[in-house]
């Protein structure tokens, strides 16, 4: 499963642990929201199965 976090904040403790146990078994992409456009963000949701942000 292609999973990917959009970081509006750094992580804090339990959103490591869960980042760590997606990418023992999945493929998990990180970017944070500040960092890309509207569009390459659109394109990165549609290209992933799971959304979650942070």
């Known amino acids: 499963m292609k999973i990917l976090y959009i ?8 959103g490591n642990r ?3 146990r997606h990418k023992a ?5 990180v970017v944070r929201i500040e960092e890309k456009s ?3 963000l659109l394109d990165l949701v ?3 199965d799971k959304l979650i942000m942070w």
């Open 25 to 29: 078994s999945n493929q998990v992409t």
């Open 46 to 48: 549609e290209s992933h």
């Open 38 to 40: 509207a569009d390459e």
């Open 7 to 14: 970081l509006k904040r750094d992580l804090d403790e339990s």
């Open 18 to 20: 869960m980042l760590a």
